[in-house]
């Protein structure tokens, strides 16, 4: 049923039918957080043997045979920067292992960048006029939280179905020496659950820039977390700007927040030997060295690609009944209906939908009387304003399944509800 098919009357109709279901939910007074895209309880208790392979001061020493309790190992020690190696498809001497976040990396790449200038600048970005970043949206809130934090003016681009639009990319980076990065979640992206074509990747690679220190930061979060049997394929970023002869052009991020531990993972950058050179001489003046037992529990327990492949295996098989059951349900409530789009994504942690134009703050907003908390309307743009006010991401990996369906079966009736409303008031 075609919502815009319908006449006055019937959309009234409609509308109070929908409404005394709301109540009636209302009326329970519940509490559901669908804010974050949070690994549920299960999924950590899949890396619990972790802390178990570690039991005598012998067990502590790395491959190389130093004590990982100790001072030193400034980028990691030889087995994650090997394991890490393998999973971002770049070379041992590429990799730097950090602390528990990515997030924390990016934030200091960036602060280094404002305060020094990256490897490649003349100038520290912060003595510039004008710094700019290319924000593909919607996209991660947090990335547009740093930039927010060092006043680095935002731009929008525009997602489509392979990555960031890329005639957008290629013009706005050719005609303005102040954009100096772009912000990219390559696989499985947050929101949408796009992986980037080999075409953007290499069109990325190999872009005419006019500033000479441009800097991609690619943030493939979701590298390994697949939710199908034929998972996506990202072309590996470093070996294309080699190939396009821009070898220092990415700064490549990861970590395994959604693999082990969300709150004690180890995070993981990787680059050109001469950008993470750099990077090395700066961070061995803020640190002696990172929580290095923690990296050895992490390849002590994961060993290999091969038991991370089996281990994301087993997110999938707790988390993939969760986005089938959020799918389901929107399928249910508002296909055909031309009041909603969504994406069925094959991995990653979130599905993104968009509501008619104007219509998701009011959305989220009516969820709230209900007692369903969504991520804020707009935070997946840039200062956090969505220029059509229309996306929403639901995070279904947290709540459990009956939570998940009664939150979506809510989200539901107010994306009809408020759509019904907006249609009411175009045809006054
Ligand atoms: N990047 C993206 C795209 C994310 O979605 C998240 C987590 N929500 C992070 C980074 C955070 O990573 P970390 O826990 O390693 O800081």
Redesign the pocket.
């Known amino acids: 049923m075609n919502y815009s098919a319908l006449s006055t009357a019937e959309l009234n109709d409609l509308y109070l039918e929908l409404q005394s279901k709301f109540d009636a939910y209302k009326s329970r007074k519940l509490s559901l957080d669908m804010s974050r895209?949070k690994p549920c309880t299960e999924q950590l208790e899949l890396s619990v043997g972790m802390l178990d392979v570690i039991s005598s001061s012998d067990s502590l020493k790395t491959r190389d045979g130093s004590d990982s309790r100790n001072y030193g190992g400034l980028d990691g020690i030889a087995e994650a920067k090997e394991l890490f190696a393998k999973v971002l498809k770049v070379s041992v001497n590429e990799i730097i292992i950090g602390g528990n976040?990515?997030?924390?990396m990016m934030h200091d790449t960036l602060s280094r960048a404002m305060i020094h200038g990256l490897y490649s600048s003349k100038t520290p970005w912060s003595k510039l006029p004008a710094v700019k970043f290319l924000c593909p949206s919607p996209g991660?809130d947090?990335h547009f939280a740093i930039c927010e934090l060092f006043g680095i003016e935002m731009i929008t681009v525009d997602m489509l179905p392979d990555g960031p639009d890329m005639n957008q990319v290629e013009k706005l980076v050719r005609e303005d020496a102040a954009i100096k990065g772009i912000w990219c979640?390559p696989k499985y992206s947050?929101p949408d659950g796009i992986t980037y074509s080999d075409e953007v990747v290499d069109r990325l690679a190999s872009m005419e820039t006019s500033a000479e220190d441009f800097t991609i930061f690619w943030?493939d979060?979701?590298t390994v977390h697949h939710l199908t049997d034929n998972p996506d394929r990202l072309k590996p970023m470093l070996a294309a700007c080699k190939e396009a002869g821009n070898p220092d052009r990415v700064l490549m991020f990861s970590?395994t927040?959604?693999i082990s531990f969300?709150g004690s993972?180890i995070?993981v950058m990787a680059g050109s030997e001469s950008n993470l050179n750099y990077i090395r001489k700066q961070l061995a003046v803020q640190t002696i060295g990172p929580d290095k037992i923690n990296q050895l529990r992490h390849t002590r327990f994961f060993k290999d690609t091969d038991h991370i492949k089996a281990h994301m295996e087993k997110h999938a098989a707790i988390i993939k009944p969760k986005f089938d059951t959020v799918l389901s349900i929107l399928e249910t409530a508002l296909s055909g209906g031309g009041i909603a789009e969504w994406n069925k994504p094959n991995g990653g942690?979130f599905i993104s939908l968009n509501t008619l134009d104007g219509c998701a703050r009011a959305v989220v907003s009516m969820a709230s009387e209900a007692g369903v908390t969504l991520t804020k309307a707009g935070a997946t743009f840039p200062y956090g304003k969505d220029p059509r006010d229309r996306n929403i991401r639901i995070a279904p990996t947290f709540p459990t399944l009956s939570e998940l369906t009664t939150a979506i079966e809510i989200l539901c009736l107010c994306v009809q509800l408020i759509s019904i409303r907006k249609l009411l008031a175009d045809k006054e």
């Open positions: 895209g976040s990515s997030l924390a991660y947090r979640v947050n943030d979060a979701y970590s927040s959604k969300s993972g995070a942690y």
